[in-house]
């Protein structure tokens, strides 16, 4: 009976042994397999960032970058997949799983660099460059405490992303199996913890960053904030008990009483802006109306434009013929000075003791005359000395 026995447990040896290495194997298998995948995903990884650089148009450089984020998000869960192999004692040559670690964590921070890119030039194309050329002191300060902000809030979804890698991998090896682990149940634990931690900071960063912009939180206190929010980042996996409390960080800056008042501050402008607006409509209005009624009035006063056109008219004309003064005609030959005649008599011939000029009648010439034929009829023009 002894030595049946030492046989049984020989066999149960061996049997264990023969399980034990068909779980290597079948774990060498699964570690090849995904080996292979993390050299296809780097592969797409590389020819997809390929094409975000040489993009030409915004609508390609932004698909293309949508592609690449999900291309990182797989190469991140075999990251996490890798991790764990290499931290468990089954596997023997832990050196490709390290190097295809670090070749997975250098293509993460390439993604971080044009993501990072990208969101500076959409600033950027918006003004951002000619407003640091010169910028208010205050106005600075802000702009470097929502940067700040902004950086730890992206290292948070950063950190978030692969906690959900880790998780999906702990689920689907957990559907694999009958039951779950008391560990892989307090990891996923930690995991959802982790991630309901950072999405509360998140929400707490967002606030001040609008309370800043408001002029509700002054840069200065905000600034307070960034020793605390960076050693959380290097330390929340660490020291996870130590930052179990959210709100204590920022418990110092009464964040929910500064946004009551900032709410309130930004509603009384709203309604100062209203009133302005009103009032600007209201005066344009009545401009609008008192110039009508100056128009209307001017037509009123103008004559009708028949008449004004013939009113210019004569008054450009000359004055009637009417008014004009006759010209005499020149007497002719035949022609005498008649008394009571439209011509008086030429100066000089009719003086005191002469006789009267009658018509018909004829007056002795100019003195020094030869001949009657000198003689002429007063006011002819074929005389010898005529009318002037």
């Known amino acids: 009976r002894p030595h049946s026995g030492a046989r049984r447990g020989d066999g149960d040896r061996r049997g264990a042994t023969s399980v034990e290495m068909a779980d290597r194997r079948k774990l060498q298998a699964e570690i090849d397999r995904t080996m292979k995948k993390i050299d296809e995903g780097m592969e797409v990884f590389e020819r997809t960032f390929q094409k975000v650089e040489n993009a030409e148009t915004k609508e390609h450089k932004e698909k293309y970058e949508s592609d690449l984020k999900k291309e ?3 190469l991140q869960r075999f990251r996490d997949q890798v991790k764990q192999w290499a931290a468990s004692n089954d596997v023997k040559d832990k050196n490709p799983l390290l190097e295809a670690r670090r070749r997975i964590e250098v293509e993460m921070e390439r993604f971080k660099v044009i993501e990072k890119e990208t969101k500076t030039k959409a600033f950027s194309k918006e003004g951002l460059a000619a407003a640091r050329v010169a910028k208010d002191p205050k106005e600075k300060a802000k702009d470097e405490a929502k940067e700040w902000m902004m950086n730890a809030i992206e290292e948070m979804n950063t950190q978030i992303e692969t906690f959900e890698g880790e998780i999906d991998s702990l689920t689907s090896s957990s559907r694999k199996k009958s039951s779950k682990t008391g560990s892989g149940n307090s990891r996923l634990t930690h995991l959802e913890e982790s991630m309901s931690r950072h999405h509360q900071h998140i929400a707490r960063l967002e606030l001040c960053s609008r ?3 408001d002029d509700a939180l002054e840069p200065s206190d905000a600034e307070d904030l960034k020793d605390l ?10 020291d996870f008990d130590e930052f179990a409390e959210v709100e204590d960080i920022y418990a110092d800056l009464d964040l929910d009483e500064l946004e009551d008042v900032a709410a309130r501050n930004k509603a009384n402008s709203v309604n100062i ?4 607006a009103l009032a ?13 009624e ?6 009123k006063n103008e004559p009708a434009p028949g008449l004004a056109s013939s009113a210019a008219k004569a008054a450009k004309e000359p004055p009637a013929a009417a008014a004009k003064k006759p010209i005499p005609a020149p007497v002719g030959k035949a022609g005498v000075l008649v008394g009571g005649a439209g011509l008086p008599a030429p100066l000089g011939l009719k003086q005191d003791g002469d006789v009267p000029v009658a018509g018909g009648k004829a007056i002795p010439g ?3 005359a030869t001949g009657g034929s000198r003689e002429g009829l007063v006011g002819g023009n074929g005389g010898a000395w005529g009318a002037p």
């Open 294 to 299: 100056k128009e209307t009035s001017g037509d």
């Open 211 to 213: 309370l800043v912009d």
């Open 273 to 276: 802006a209203a009133e302005l």
């Open 229 to 238: 929010v960076e050693d959380y980042l290097e330390r929340n996996q660490e």
């Open 72 to 74: 990182i998000k797989k």
């Open 280 to 292: 600007a409509a209201k005066a344009d209005s009545t401009s609008a109306k008192t110039k009508a």
């Open 366 to 368: 100019p003195k020094g």
